[in-house]
């Protein structure tokens, strides 16, 4: 029983990996709009919950903002820190908003994360960057982001 439970956990591990791997989330490799550093927490258990705050750089000044999700899918916490870049912006006011996306990937610890989202103005967020924590990844995202200054 006890190498059966192991044999499942390792087998949904890889799997999920595999997913993770196998999205593409990379941002072109035309200049940015504007660039964005970010760090939040979320939790889930099926649902999920996210809260955070970051700069913008959008043509030579830094605005701040904060940022509220919800999802589905997953399990666990988690500690985000992400640097991106923006695309599709045209105006300051443009960032603000609700932005969609998926996210998949496991947590156990440290690990990795990338995403893709886009917002109801057309603005479109590449993340990069780090996760702390114990958690599963896997479903919808929605984040609205909110100028702060």
Do not use: W
């Amino acid at each position: 029983m006890k190498s059966t439970l192991k044999f499942i956990l390792c087998g949904t591990a890889t799997i999920l990996m595999a997913a993770c791997s196998t999205t593409n989330n990379q941002a072109p490799r035309t200049a940015p709009s504007a660039t964005v550093k970010l760090t939040g927490m979320s939790a889930a258990y099926y649902g999920a919950a996210a809260t955070g705050k970051g700069t913008l750089n959008y043509q030579s000044q830094t605005h701040h903002f904060t940022m509220t999700g919800v999802g589905v899918g997953g399990t666990g916490a988690q500690k985000v820190s992400a640097t991106g870049k923006v695309y599709k912006m045209y105006h300051l006011a443009d960032f603000a908003g609700t932005y969609h996306g998926t996210s998949q990937g496991l947590t156990l610890g440290n690990g990795k994360m990338q995403s893709k989202m886009t917002n109801e103005h057309g603005v479109v967020v590449y993340l990069t960057g780090k996760r702390e924590g114990l958690a599963t990844n896997g479903g919808l995202r929605s984040f609205t982001v909110k100028l702060s200054d």
